[in-house]
């Protein structure tokens, strides 16, 4: 290993190890160490711009422009009182339903960006309940990164693999992630009904206060309610379609985001671009860069080399470690740069005679998108719910996130590895 290679993996290992610190921002820590990497001349600013993954920020931000415009209209608190009323504000089943509303958002709109809407609404029930709302937003977290396996668009490592992998398109994650997202689902709710229905008993007087609430006082702006569903139904019909079109995800998410602002003007515009996420977006970026060290130097390639030496290149064992590795680290770190490491690994895979990578690149987006739900600090859906949590009142701690986050993480992980063998590899 060359001299360029150990300053690579210096750079990018006290890189890592602060970001999972949490002592400075992450974004922070991303940009400074892909910086690093062009001033200490493991990468070229040109080869740092090459590695930058453009349709994974256009994805991001076309998406983000698009879920804060809608979201102004009030649909989502809507959406959730009107689901609490038809389960006649019976608690245990208003929990389920606020979980499956998640999941599915989460599929559809990303993870972060669902529990952000999902969660003050989730207060505003609670209170009215008078129940303690930590059952709920553990549910929620639980589902929001169950969804957002299911999906290209749902969890940012799919975004990350599907654009990383051609082949996988739209379409090909709904096939082959959404049956195995919906039986977790389908198997943890019963679990949720049995763990907490009886933390979250209430009167019939103050069920009666749900069935009073009339939900339609909540959509603000039906207008722009209109031009928003629209514009999200045409970007989603896109994403099917993208293959067929010979366009990239990201031009679909950016074309219905524009189109959307086209239609509702400058005062929009300027609002919902100053929503987009653009810490997350440079975070993105400086990982990127801060990967591409490793690849330029060859030290991804080498720990291809010795993974596929570990397991004779057999595509099962290949497959489970994969699987079980991404869940396990992305329940205590950072699921992102890790999915960002081990792309180029699977990648190099291929030119060591591993000849059928899907099954690789499944258990690679099952495995970190369903290991965040191990801990905390697994996911940043996680965090964002336990910050918003704490400013209500209701901390909800490492251990006690733990207790119930981790037993079913291993469920989840137990049960994709029988379809990834069962689908894949039998």
């Known amino acids: 290993m060359g001299q360029q290679a150990i300053i690579a993996i210096i750079v990018f290992l006290v890189i890592y190890a602060l970001i999972i610190s949490e002592k400075i921002h992450r974004t922070i820590l991303a940009m400074l160490g892909a910086i690093l990497m062009v001033v200490l001349g493991i990468v070229t600013q040109e080869k740092a711009i090459e590695h930058i993954d453009f349709n994974t920020l256009g994805l991001l931000i076309g998406m983000m422009i698009i879920v804060s415009v809608t979201a102004e209209t009030g649909l989502f608190r809507y959406v959730a009182v009107w689901a609490a009323k038809k389960v006649k504000g019976e608690p245990i089943h208003i929990m389920v339903v606020l979980a499956i509303i998640t999941a599915v958002g989460s599929a559809f709109l990303d993870n972060v960006t669902t529990v952000l809407l999902i969660v003050p609404v989730t207060f505003s029930i609670t209170r009215q309940l008078k129940v303690n709302p930590i059952p709920f937003l553990i549910t929620q977290i639980l589902a929001s990164n169950i969804g957002g396996t299911a999906t290209m668009i749902g969890d940012p490592p799919n975004i990350m693999i599907g654009s990383a992998v051609k082949e996988l398109t739209f379409m090909a994650f709904i096939s082959n992630l959404a049956p195995i997202a919906i039986l977790i689902i389908a198997v943890n709710i019963p679990l949720f009904i049995l763990l907490f229905r009886k933390q979250i008993k209430t009167s019939d007087e103050l069920k009666q206060g749900i069935m009073d609430m009339d939900e339609k006082t909540l959509i603000k702006n039906r207008p722009l309610l209109i031009k928003s569903l629209s514009i999200l139904l045409l970007t989603i019909i896109g994403f099917f379609l993208h293959q067929l079109l010979h366009l990239e995800s990201a031009t679909v998410a950016l074309a219905g985001a524009f189109l959307l602002l086209l239609l509702t003007g400058e005062h929009v515009m300027e609002e919902a671009l100053t929503r987009v996420e653009w810490t997350t977006i440079f975070f993105f970026v400086g990982l990127f860069v801060l990967v591409s060290g490793l690849v330029e130097t060859g030290v991804i390639e080498q720990l291809a080399e010795k993974a596929v030496d570990l397991t004779g290149g057999e595509l099962v064992a290949t497959s489970m470690l994969i699987l079980w590795l991404s869940a396990i680290a992305s329940a205590f ?24 990578l899907e099954p690789l690149w499944w258990s690679l987006a099952l495995g970190a998108c369903l290991g965040g739900n191990g801990t905390l600090i697994g996911a ?24 119930y986050g981790l037993p079913f993480m291993l469920l989840s992980v137990v049960l994709a590895s029988g379809y990834i063998y069962l689908r894949y590899l039998m």
Do not use: C, H, R, W
């Not at 770190?333 to 059928?356: H, R």
């Not at 965090?383 to 209500?392: R, Y």
């Open 380 to 403: 940043s859906a996680n965090l964002i719910t336990a910050g918003l949590s704490a400013k209500e009142g209701y901390p909800i701690t490492f251990m006690k996130y733990l207790k």
């Open 333 to 356: 770190l950072d699921n992102i740069p890790f999915v960002a490491t081990m792309i180029p690994m699977i990648q190099d895979m291929g030119n060591m005679g591993v000849e059928n």
